[in-house]
């Protein structure tokens, strides 16, 4: 066990804290100072010390992260919602992502079929209900998948008329959309959406705010890699980036990505947005939840 002393007592101090231990001081939970970038654990990264997701919150908020995401907020009961929107709010941190519309089985968006629109409507407009009550500001969107009986022109027509749909629900609400291209051949074969120019004509064609790209940096590499020339290219149409290394989807320095120079490259251009940390641990329990946290230490150290 490779842990170093501030590691260890970081992990001893905080996990005493969810347990309810008062004896430990409060400041022995903090870390020196937020994250220069807005890293934004999942609930759930780190549940082998604080099983409840608003102590999760806390914990989050302690190691000196100032966001979080959380795919699955939409099922999650109104009360949990709000309880973790409080706790959010406590510690002044921002929401990200969450999922809206996502089907990795069927044809979606792509579909000129007037009732599949009407039920993309309804998504969104429960997202907006649940943007609402969490805080969001983006929201998940992956387009479905596509058919390969019709000419891809006229899906990727009908893809951008039923997100101007969904953009006319979530403008006026302050929330956007972001479209998460995803790599087909190793997670998501079939998707419709797979790479960052595709992602940015899209946008360009929805030509609304509500409709913005979510630049995973785990998918791009895999699909087409140049993560800094795509990110520079499709600047204007980036609204949230999301992090995991490859091969392993694990944490920044597990894989072959180079994170501190990404990391170093999107401050440099100014981005202020969140950076959603979808990756799983490279190791198990509290020792690999300690490990992404140092692992973000040494990234962001740019």
Not at 77 to 93: S, T
Request: hydrophobic residues 40%; charged residues 25%; neutral net charge.
């Amino acid at each position: 066990m490779n842990l170093d002393r501030r590691e260890f007592l970081t992990g001893v101090a905080a996990s005493g804290a969810c347990a309810g231990a008062a004896a430990v001081p409060s400041h022995a939970l903090r870390q020196d100072a937020p994250f220069r970038l807005k890293y934004a654990p999942p609930l759930g990264m780190f549940r082998e010390h604080c099983p409840d997701p608003v102590d999760q919150v806390k914990f989050i908020a302690d190691h000196g992260f100032r966001a979080i995401e959380d795919n699955g907020m939409a099922s999650r009961g109104i009360e949990v919602q709000e309880r973790i929107r409080a706790e959010l709010d406590r510690h002044g941190m921002e929401m990200g992502v969450f999922v809206a519309s996502a089907d990795f089985a069927k044809v979606d968006f792509a579909s000129d079929d007037p009732a599949v629109g009407d039920a993309i409507v309804a998504r969104m407009q429960k997202a907006v209900e649940v943007a609402r009550r969490v805080g969001a500001k983006w929201c998940t969107v992956v387009p479905g998948c596509y058919d390969d009986r019709r000419e891809w022109d006229y899906q990727t027509a009908r893809v951008i008329d039923n997100l101007r749909r969904a953009a006319a629900v979530c403008e006026p609400a302050g929330l956007t959309m972001v479209l998460e291209p995803l790599n087909w051949w190793r997670d998501h074969p079939r998707v419709f959406l797979t790479k960052i120019p595709q992602a940015f004509l899209i946008c360009r064609g929805v030509n609304s705010p509500a409709c913005k790209i979510l630049f995973d940096l785990y998918h791009q590499q895999i699909t087409e890699g140049n993560l800094t020339g795509n990110l520079d290219a499709a600047w204007s149409e980036v609204a949230y980036v999301q992090i995991g290394d490859h091969p392993g989807r694990c944490e920044p320095g597990t894989g072959e990505i180079h994170y501190q120079h990404l990391f170093r490259h999107l401050h440099g251009k100014g981005y202020q947005g969140i950076l959603g940390m979808e990756h799983g641990k490279s190791k198990g329990g509290k020792e690999g939840e300690l490990a992404v946290i140092a692992a973000y230490r040494r990234a962001d150290a740019f």
